[in-house]
Structure formats: C-alpha cells, structure tokens
C-alpha cells in the first residue's frame, strides 16, 4: 500500500512509520519535517499536499494540537487551537482526501482518551477528541468506498515527561502500542472504528 503520514515525526507518528513501512510504502508528511510540509490548520495547504501524492491506499493522521489549561483561564482563542488544528484539521483531510484515496482504502484519524475519561486542564482535548470519534463513526455510514476510524490511545510512556503532571495515576502505553492501532485499522477491514489504546 501507499500510505500518506501525517505528523511522522512525532512520538506516535514515528512508530506508526516504524511499524508500517516494514509492509508498505509511507510517504510522510508535517509542519517542518517529512517528505512533503502541511499545515493542517490550511485547507489550501492541504490541497497542495495531495496534489503532490495523487491517489493513495491510507491516510494515517498523528497530528493535531489542543490547549491544555485551567477551564477558569482558558480563553476562546485557547478553545479555537483545538477545533481548528485537531478536529477541523482533521476533518479537512478526510473531506478534500476522499478523492484520493482508493477504493476500500482508509483515513485513521488521531483522538484519545480524554474524550472518555477527563482529567484536570484537559476540557478542550476532552470535547475535541469526543467529537473526533463521533465524526469517525457518523462519516463511516456515509462514506461506502473508502474505510475511516480513530485511535484513541491514553498517556504515552514516551510522553510522561511532559504530560505525566496531567496524567498522574494513569497507566502509559508505549507507542509501538498505539503504532499496532493503526494497522489494525488500515491493515484490517473495519471502518467507523475507534480503536482504544489503554
Ligand atoms: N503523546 C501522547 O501521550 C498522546 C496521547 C493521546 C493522544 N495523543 C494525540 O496524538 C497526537 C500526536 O501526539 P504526539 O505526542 O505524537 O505529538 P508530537 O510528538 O508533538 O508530534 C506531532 C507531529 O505532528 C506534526 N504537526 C503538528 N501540528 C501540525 C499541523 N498543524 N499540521 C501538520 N502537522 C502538524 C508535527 O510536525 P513537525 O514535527 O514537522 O512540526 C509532528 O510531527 C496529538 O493530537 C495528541 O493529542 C497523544
């Protein structure tokens, strides 16, 4: 397969490259790094990155930026980094990527436990993983030719470090992990899936 990454490298986009391109062909894409740069927040940034791949079998998303920080201070600009970079960007790839992908081909999308299980700073992560899943599962029954799910994994252990304040008690998976998640979801047959990664 022909696989667009986004955000290869990242802690998650990094193993999914990893794992998948023992088996495939990956074509990564980011901000400042990769094969090609893309903005997710840029719809026209968006449409240059396909038109410079073509038709692809996947696009495995491991991008997307949310604000953490106290609901009392977070502000509206604050809540619009989420919306805008994670779920919208996000969006935008499925909507302007439908025509690239092959059929029966896939978008895994990135999402993640906060959706389920809030913690302390993480209202916008919180809404905006939610509504990434909801978008996967209503998009599935209306996309027949090509397959679309989420990963939703917790705290990484690669991530500690910097989110293990936000986490404490939470038990961290290892991004090779999260990296299996993936296959899964392009590897396999499923779609309107939200893969859990806890
Ligand atoms: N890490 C965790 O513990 C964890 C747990 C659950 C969910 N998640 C979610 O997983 C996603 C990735 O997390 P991560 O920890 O792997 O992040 P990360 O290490 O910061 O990597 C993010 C990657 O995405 C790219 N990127 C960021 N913003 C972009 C944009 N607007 N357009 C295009 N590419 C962009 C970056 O590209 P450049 O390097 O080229 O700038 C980088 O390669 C996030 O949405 C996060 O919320 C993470």
Request: hydrophobic share 45%.
């Amino acid at each position: 397969m022909k696989i667009l990454l986004i955000g290869a490298n990242g802690t998650i986009g990094k193993a999914v490259g990893a794992e998948l391109s023992q088996r495939h062909e990956v074509i990564t894409a980011g901000r400042n790094s990769g094969d090609y740069r893309v903005n997710i927040q840029d719809v026209q940034s968006i449409r240059d990155l396909y038109a410079k791949t073509g038709t692809i079998d996947a696009v495995a998303c491991a991008a997307g930026n949310v604000t953490f920080a106290p609901l009392e201070s977070m502000t509206p600009e604050q809540f619009d980094v989420g919306i805008r970079d994670k779920l919208m960007g996000q969006v935008h790839l499925v909507l302007i990527g439908r025509e690239y992908v092959s059929v029966r081909g896939s978008f895994t999308l990135i999402s993640g436990s906060l959706a389920d299980e809030p913690v302390l700073f993480g209202s916008s992560a919180s809404m905006v993983n939610a509504a990434i899943n909801a978008f996967v599962r209503a998009a599935a029954i209306e996309l027949p030719n090509v397959r679309i799910n989420a990963v939703s994994p917790t705290v990484l252990e690669e991530s500690m470090e910097s989110y293990g304040p936000f986490f404490r008690g939470a038990e961290a998976v290892p991004a090779r992990r999260v990296a299996l998640a993936y296959s899964r979801s392009i590897e396999g047959a499923n779609t309107g899936q939200v893969y859990n990664v806890l």
